[in-house]
T-cell receptor
Framework: SQQGEEDPQALSIQEGENATMNCSYK?????LQWYRQNSGRGLVHLIL?????REKHSGRLRVTLDTSKKSSSLLITASRAADTASYFC????????????FGTGTSLTVIP | DTGVSQNPRHKITKRGQNVTFRCDPI?????LYWYRQTLGQGPEFLTY????????KSRLLSDRFSAERPKGSFSTLEIQRTEQGDSAMYLC?????????????FGPGTRLTVL
């Protein structure tokens, strides 16, 4: 079963705009990760945030984590057409730390 | 190319047949994971190995599914008596202790179609 759920399911923006997608999960976690999937490159790890962290940056990516709300957000700034892909959050539940649970994904389309 | 490789990339089979997929992880990655992904969904965890030991299996993994990693390098996933509901993308990933096992490197997947 899916641990997480991304919101929105689909997002369409113009190149240069920012894209924000959210992830909610169900159980306490050790860390949360975001992955990108497109037909050309498969699933690629983007960024990891630990449960004791609240915000993390990597290039044009900014991730926040609110463990009290069991939610995370991924912000992509100055989007490019190449950012068009599906984005998934993945968590490892504290109870079963070696299993990773992926959400249902947000499909992002960046229009040139 | 030193990435994770999976073979075959596509497999079409008839219901009731057995199929086997292979995954070659990145060398020196001692953890290997299998996932199943259906259209519009995220990957679902099936099982994982640390070296040759299969340490965890999802309840999704019915008795028709079996995975092996005999020498701690490549792994195989076999599905016996396939059903139409087994149609999905089967993904393999590997990770290493230097990354605290958190970052998983995924292969391109094997797309299974059961007719």
């Amino acid at each position: 079963s899916q641990q997480g759920e991304e919101d929105p399911q689909a997002l369409s923006i113009q190149e240069g705009e920012n894209a924000t997608m959210n992830c909610s999960y169900k159980t306490s976690i050790n860390n949360l990760q975001w992955y990108r999937q497109n037909s050309g490159r498969g699933l690629v790890h983007l960024i990891l945030i630990r449960s004791n962290e609240r915000e993390k940056h990597s290039g044009r990516l900014r991730v926040t984590l609110d463990t009290s709300k069991k939610s995370s957000s991924l912000l992509i700034t100055a989007s490019r057409a190449a950012d068009t892909a599906s984005y998934f959050c993945a968590t490892d539940a504290m109870a079963t730390g070696n299993q990773f649970y992926f959400g249902t994904g947000t499909s992002l389309t960046v229009i040139p | 190319d030193t990435g994770v490789s999976q073979n075959p990339r596509h497999k079409i089979t008839k219901r009731g047949q057995n199929v086997t997929f292979r995954c070659d992880p990145i060398s020196e990655h001692n953890r290997l994971y299998w996932y199943r992904q259906t259209l519009g969904q995220g990957p679902e965890f099936l099982t994982y190995f640390q070296n040759e030991a299969q340490l965890e299996k999802s309840r999704l993994l019915s008795d028709r599914f079996s995975a092996e990693r005999p020498k701690g390098s490549f792994s195989t996933l076999e599905i016996q008596r396939t059903e139409q509901g087994d149609s999905a993308m089967y993904l393999c990933a590997s990770s290493f202790p230097g990354g605290s096992y958190n970052e998983q490197f995924f292969g391109p997947g094997t797309r299974l179609t059961v007719l």
